[in-house]
């Protein structure tokens, strides 16, 4: 069982920049892929950006050339820097990874990212 924790939300006005962090813990041999999902009041849980054990990135077009992801080097930790923060930005924002032997999708608790105008 893995257990995700992420930190780094917060209030930022539009132009401003944020990174959050995301730390797996628990019983697992391996993480696969790891992810950062984002979901807006009324909305739906929509993919923010993934990184695969070999560092493969991919992002959503809402979000790309704005947003980074990487992986920290013990493969246990996910990033995702943000900058030129929109207001539509504003979301709530999941960290996501996928244990390498179970196949098994894990989910943070969230942290809240407030982007004003």
């Known amino acids: 069982q893995v257990q995700l924790v992420e930190s780094g939300g917060g209030l930022v006005q539009a132009g401003g920049s944020l990174r959050l962090s995301c730390a797996a813990s628990g019983s697992f041999f391996m993480l696969n892929a790891m992810a950062w999902y984002r979901q807006a009041p009324g909305k739906q849980r929509e993919l923010a950006a993934t990184?695969?054990?070999?560092?493969?990135?991919n992002y959503a077009d809402s979000v790309k050339g704005r947003f980074t992801i990487a992986r920290g080097s013990a493969k246990n930790t996910v990033y995702l820097q943000m900058n030129s923060l929109k207001p539509e930005d504003t979301a709530v924002y999941y960290c996501?990874?996928?244990?390498?032997?179970?196949?098994?999708?894990?989910w943070g608790q969230g942290t809240q990212v407030t982007v004003s105008s």
């Open positions: 996501a990874a996928i244990d390498e032997i179970s196949g098994a999708w894990n």
């Open positions: 990184i695969t054990k070999l560092g493969s990135t």
